[in-house]
C-alpha cells in the first residue's frame, strides 16, 4: 500500500475512533442524570440536559458546566439549582425536605422544587422564604417523613412572641435550653400630649433588662434590672408552667417567685409570687388573668441608698391581645392594687401624689419573620416593670397617673437560642 493512502487510512481510523468515543462517553453522562431517581423521566433521553444543541455535542449548557463541575455527579446543591430538571422530593416514595422550628408546634420550612416556605398551621399561611431567611429561622430538621404528635394538641392557640403583654407576663412555656432577652424602655416624666417634645420621647428614660433561660421543659429562670429612677432595683425570678394550650390543656398557668433587691441588690427586699393565666379565644387572640402580692413593697421614688418599711401588696392584672395580621398584635392591659395601704396615698413626701388609680397600657406589637424577635410599641401611665413595681403608678413620680398622663415606651423581646 502506498505511503500516501496509509496515511489516509489512519487519519480516517483516528477520526472514526474519536468520534465513536465522544458518542458512546456522552451517553453514559446522560445515563447518570437517567438514574437518579428524581431527575424528569421526560428528560432522561434527551441530550439537551447537558448540552446547547438539542441533537447533543457541541457546547454545553449551564447545567452541563455544573454537572461536569461537580465530577459528573448529581448533587443536592444541583437538584436545588436546576430544579426544573427534577422532580419534587415528595416524588418517587420519598419524603419533601422539611424542618421544624425549635419550641414551635406550628412552624415549619418545606422544599419543594429547590424552592423553601414557611408554613404556619395555626395562621394556616404558605410564605415563599429565601435560603438566607430559611437559615436565620432556627429550625431543626424532621428525623422521619410521617410526624406524630403525642397528646391531644389544639390547633386554635394564639402562640405570644414577647414574655410581656405590656407589663403582665403572657404566661408563655420557655422551652429547655433556650435564652430570652428582655429590653424595656419607658418615657414616665413627659406625656404624649405633648408633641413638641416629640410625644415625651424627648425626655427622660428610664430602660431596664433581663434574661430568662429555660433549665427544663416546665421550670425557667432569669434576672432583671431597673435604674435609677426606680431604685435601681435587681430582681431575680424562676418559675414554672404548670398548664400548657400547646399539649391540649385548657389554658397556660405559669407560677413565678421573684426576689427584688433594691440599691442594686443591697436592701429593700421585696418577695412577689404570681400566677399568669393565659387562655386563647381562637389563634387570633389571648386574655390574661394576673394575681400577684408583693411583701416588702416600697414605693417609687424614694431614695435607693435608704431603708423603708415594707407593706403587703396584693395586685390584680388583666388583659388581652388581639392578632390583626399575622406578624401584628394589639394590646391591652390593667393592673390594679386590691389594698388602700399599698397605694402610698398620704401627705409623705416620698409618696408622691399616691396611687389613685390602676396602671393601664395600650401597645402594637411587630413580629419577625422567624416570630423569635418582636419590638413593642407602648403607652401607659406606669414606668415600673418588675413584678413588685408594674402596678404602681407615675403618680408616686408627682405626675398625672389618669389617662391624659400617658407616656410612651417601647419593648424588645429576643429569643437568642
Known amino acids: 500500500m502506498p505511503m500516501k493512502n496509509a496515511l489516509k487510512l489512519v487519519s480516517l481510523t483516528i477520526v472514526v475512533l474519536s468520534t465513536a468515543a465522544s458518542t458512546r462517553a456522552l451517553p453514559d453522562y446522560l445515563k447518570i442524570f437517567a438514574a437518579d431517581p428524581l431527575s424528569r423521566p421526560e428528560l432522561r433521553t434527551k441530550c439537551a440536559v447537558c448540552h446547547i444543541n438539542p441533537a447533543g455535542a457541541g457546547a454545553r449548557n449551564e447545567f452541563g458546566t455544573a454537572f461536569a463541575a461537580a465530577g459528573y455527579a448529581i448533587t443536592a446543591e444541583l437538584r436545588e ?43 394556616r399561611t404558605v410564605t415563599p422564604v429565601t435560603s438566607e431567611q430559611a437559615q436565620a429561622i432556627s429550625v431543626r430538621k424532621a428525623k422521619a417523613a410521617r410526624v406524630e404528635y403525642s397528646g391531644a394538641g389544639r390547633d386554635d392557640i394564639f402562640e405570644a412572641v414577647d414574655v410581656r403583654v405590656v407589663n403582665l407576663p403572657t404566661a408563655n412555656p420557655i422551652p429547655k435550653g433556650s435564652l430570652w432577652v428582655d429590653f424595656t424602655h419607658r418615657f414616665p416624666f413627659n406625656e404624649v ?5 416629640f410625644l415625651g420621647l424627648d425626655g427622660f428614660a428610664v430602660p431596664s433588662f433581663g434574661v430568662t433561660y429555660g433549665i427544663t421543659e416546665r421550670i425557667h429562670a432569669g434576672a432583671y434590672r431597673s435604674s435609677t429612677v426606680l431604685g435601681r432595683p435587681i430582681a431575680v425570678f424562676a418559675g414554672a408552667s404548670l398548664l400548657d394550650e400547646r399539649k391540649g390543656q385548657a389554658f397556660n398557668l405559669m407560677g413565678r417567685v421573684t426576689l427584688e433587691g433594691r440599691d442594686n441588690f443591697q436592701r429593700n427586699f421585696a418577695t412577689t409570687f404570681e400566677l399568669a393565666l393565659a387562655r386563647s379565644i381562637t389563634r387570633h387572640a389571648q386574655l390574661y388573668f394576673v394575681p400577684s402580692v408583693t411583701f416588702g413593697d416600697r414605693p417609687l421614688g424614694i431614695a435607693p441608698d435608704r431603708n423603708y418599711k415594707g407593706r403587703t401588696a396584693p395586685a390584680l392584672g388583666i388583659g388581652g391581645a388581639v392578632r390583626i395580621r399575622p406578624s401584628l398584635t394589639l394590646m391591652a392591659e390593667a393592673n390594679l392594687r386590691l389594698s388602700e395601704t399599698s397605694r402610698y396615698i398620704g401627705n409623705r413626701s416620698e409618696y408622691g401624689f399616691g396611687i389613685h388609680r390602676p396602671v393601664v397600657g395600650f401597645a402594637v406589637e411587630k413580629a419577625s419573620l422567624s416570630r423569635r424577635h418582636s419590638f413593642t410599641l407602648s403607652f401607659s ?13 407615675r403618680g408616686l413620680l408627682f405626675s398625672d397617673d389618669s389617662i391624659g398622663g400617658l407616656t410612651i415606651g417601647f419593648n424588645l423581646t429576643r429569643r437568642l437560642f
Do not use: C
Request: proline fraction near 7%; charge should be positive.
Open 381 to 393: 401611665n406606669g414606668p415600673g416593670t418588675t413584678p413588685a413595681q408594674r402596678s404602681m403608678t
Open 81 to 123: 439549582r436546576f430544579w426544573d430538571r427534577f422532580l419534587p422530593a415528595a416524588a418517587e416514595g420519598q419524603a419533601p425536605a422539611v424542618t421544624f422550628r425549635r419550641g414551635s408546634d406550628s412552624e415549619a420550612i418545606i422544599e419543594m422544587n429547590g424552592r423553601k416556605y414557611l408554613v404556619n398551621t395555626r395562621e
Open 193 to 197: 400630649r405633648e408633641k413638641e417634645l
